[in-house]
């Protein structure tokens, strides 16, 4: 079954969304993100998608304090967090606040024994993010795009134990222009490691779309997550989560 994810994204404690993951092009939707996160609860989130964008630049965590009170506020939520994890002491932090998956994402790329050894202590707790431009991998808060390819790296990642992999084509990112399902279907058919897609949701269509793919694909696409159309208007949440548990 599709699992729906809204994305709070968070930059200076508000909660922003980026065009194709570009500072300057960012759009405030929200001062409270504790109540952006209740928000998308009461309209039937299971699962939150949380990124400290200034912990992306910064290469620590930033945002951990407002983390913690969503975590703290609704214990029921599985949350998964990226954005400036690059220790095993930042990864100890969150699980201990609260939180269920840690996304690693510039860490994984450059030191990528560092996702091993953190599967090994922290079993079924990691989550690789692979950003891509353009078939290749992009790190640092996308501002440097690596020689690697996504597929490579996807099934590098997927022999050490990670519970997922979140795949965002930037080009699509906050551009609603919908999802690059193509992409997306054929990471899904590379590995045995549950896909997360991201990237370009604009519409209810773009998750009908995902429903209706193959049964191999859809057991491989385990979630997509859903940021600026949500925050909109293109895309209602509830109606969104209906359709992606429809039989």
């Not at 994204?9 to 929200?30: A, E, I, M, P, R």
């Not at 994984?108 to 989550?127: D, Q, T």
């Not at 440097?144 to 099934?155: G, I």
């Amino acid at each position: 079954m599709l699992e729906v994810i809204p994305a709070i994204d968070l930059k200076d404690g508000l909660v922003v969304n980026l065009k194709q993951g570009k500072f300057d092009q960012s759009t405030v939707y929200s001062e409270d993100p504790v109540e952006t996160a209740g928000r998308w609860v009461d309209q039937g989130a299971s699962r939150l998608h949380i990124v400290d964008l200034d912990g992306a630049l910064e290469g620590k965590n930033v945002s951990q304090s407002v983390v913690v009170e969503i975590a703290q506020r609704f214990p029921r939520l599985t949350l998964q967090v990226g954005g400036g994890i690059r220790s095993r002491e930042t990864i100890e932090a969150y699980l201990t606040a609260g939180v269920d998956y840690l996304v690693l994402g510039t860490k994984a790329v450059e030191m990528p024994e560092f996702v091993g050894e953190m599967c090994r202590a922290f079993p079924g707790k990691m989550i690789v993010g692979l950003d891509g431009l353009n078939g290749k991998v992009a790190i640092q808060g996308w501002k440097v795009v690596t020689d690697h390819n996504v597929t490579e790296l996807a099934r590098q990642f997927e022999q050490v134990g990670i519970a997922a992999i979140i795949y965002t084509d930037i080009n699509r990112d906050g551009m609603m222009g919908g999802i690059n399902l193509s992409a997306t279907l054929a990471l899904a058919e590379t590995v045995e490691v549950p896909i997360i897609a991201s990237g370009g949701i604009n519409s209810l269509a773009d998750i009908e779309a995902l429903v209706k793919l193959p049964a191999r694909a859809v057991g491989g696409i385990q979630g997509v997550i859903t940021g600026r159309a949500i925050y909109e208007g293109t895309m209602d949440l509830r109606a969104a989560i209906t359709l992606s548990q429809a039989p």
